[in-house]
């Protein structure tokens, strides 16, 4: 490139220069034409460069300065940069929203497990010299004490301060759920009773029940129907029902034709061979398989409370003198077979339907048997023995109760929590009520026979 434009702009300028000098040695002062001769072109490799030509300059024009042609190549634009694209402005992320925060939620309180009273004693009225109980039920406590509130309120003692306070007076569980108070004095009319129930969490007390003391028999029970005389075959049933008011217990009794005998119907039991006595602390009193030997016998029943008791009038058995199948095998061991059939067999608790009990032996001496599930893999178990009262009442004072864990592999472990307890068992209209001292948490129980 640099060749082809000396070629062409050198004889331009050499052309310039001759016309300079001329025109400062004109001889005859006249014009002179000058001609520049352009030596012709080489032909460059480029044939569109080869074909310019450099066109003629005379005189007088002023030489000019022609830019050399370029060639074709040269002509072309160059290509024009590359744009560098405008940044994309990264897009402006939407403002994230604030997390609304959640509210705490109030902690919650543990559960206290104190415990719940579920049951609260009555007011009782009694005579001077007289008994009373007081029963209270709760879940959840370990431990139990009776209190003793004076009429006016200003002194509030246990059980243990009441019997110093009251020196005649026997008191009997004063820390148990079921208090029991014996040889009532007229001192005590007026004061107050309540249980205080607690276990390591806190404590609970019942509510206060009023005890009367009183020397009247006001408030003793009344008779409002007194059974009938009865006649019936050998080997027969039948029914005397009697009906009180003011009542807590009541007890049949059986009197022999010529009234020197009077016995209650546990000892009737065992006095008529194969003679069946159902109920016989309930108003109603019903007598299966009779034998001739009840011929003639009078029943009545004997109604009491705390405040005193009441008998109906005597109602008459007369059994006909057919022959009587059972007389000639009459036995001790008949008379006591039919007594100990009166609590004889199994019991389930009347609620839950999950604590059974099993009575066996009689007719002295009775063996008790109570199992209590406490979980899949534990149940605890008592037993007692003793004899039941002309109540129908079993106070016992050798009880053992035992915690027995089961593990995968059905393997017994036992463990002895106490013996020689305390406590009772009677029989009611419904079937048994049992309590015993050492789970005095969990009150009496009820059982019906299975």
Excluded at 120 to 141: H, L, M, Q, R
Excluded at 327 to 350: F, H, K, P, R
Aim: some cysteine; glycine content about 8%.
């Amino acid at each position: 490139m640099k060749n082809v434009i000396s070629k062409r702009v050198l004889p331009i300028l050499l052309a310039g220069m001759l016309l300079l000098s001329g025109c400062g040695s004109r001889p005859n002062g006249g014009k002179a034409d000058v001609v520049v001769v352009m030596p012709t072109p080489e032909v460059s490799a480029n044939p569109a460069a080869s074909a310019q030509i450099v066109p003629e300059t005379t005189a007088t024009t002023a030489p000019t300065n022609t830019p050399a042609p370029t060639s074709t190549a040269t002509q072309q634009q160059a290509p024009a940069a590359a744009t560098t694209p405008a940044p994309t402005p990264a897009p402006t992320p939407a403002p994230t929203p604030a997390p609304t925060p959640k509210p705490t939620p109030a902690p919650t309180q543990a559960p206290s497990n104190k415990p719940v009273v579920t049951k609260n004693p009555t007011d009782e009225k009694v005579i001077v010299g007289g008994s009373c109980w007081f029963v209270a039920k709760y879940e959840n406590a370990v431990w139990a004490e009776w209190h003793f509130v004076s009429p006016d309120g200003s002194r509030d003692i246990n059980y243990a301060d009441a019997e110093k306070e009251f020196s005649t007076m026997e008191i009997v569980k004063g820390y148990a759920s079921t208090m029991q108070l014996k040889n009532i004095p007229e001192a005590l009319n007026g004061w107050k009773v309540y249980c205080r129930f607690s276990n390591n969490n806190g404590a609970m007390t019942t509510t206060k029940a009023t005890i009367t003391v009183t020397n009247s028999t006001d408030g003793s029970p009344r008779v409002t129907k007194s059974p009938t005389g009865e006649t019936v075959d050998a080997g027969g049933s039948c029914s005397f029902v009697a009906r009180h008011e003011d009542a807590i217990w009541a007890e049949w009794h059986f009197v022999s034709p010529d009234g020197s005998r009077d016995i209650n119907y546990a000892d009737a039991a065992k006095e008529f061979a194969g003679v069946e006595i159902i109920n016989g602390n309930t108003g109603t009193l019903q007598l299966k398989n009779i034998s001739v030997s009840l011929n003639g016998w009078k029943v009545y029943c004997k109604f009491s409370n705390n405040i005193g008791s009441v008998k109906t009038s005597s109602a008459q058995i007369t059994v006909s003198g057919q022959k009587d199948p059972g007389t000639a095998v009459v036995t001790v061991s008949d008379q006591d077979a039919s007594y100990s059939a009166l609590y004889n067999g199994s019991y389930v608790e009347s609620v839950a339907k999950k604590g059974t009990m099993t009575i066996s032996g009689g007719p002295d001496i009775f063996n008790v048997s109570v199992r209590w599930p406490n979980s899949a893999s534990e149940y605890s178990t008592w037993t007692f023995s003793g004899s039941f009262d002309g109540r129908a009442v079993m106070h016992y004072s050798n009880c053992t109760m035992k915690t027995v864990t089961v593990d995968e592999k059905g393997n017994e472990t036992s463990l002895m929590n106490y013996n020689n307890g305390t406590g009772y068992l009677q029989m009611t209209d419904s079937g048994l009520t049992w309590a015993d001292d050492g789970r005095s948490a969990s009150g009496a129980a009820s059982f019906v026979k299975s």
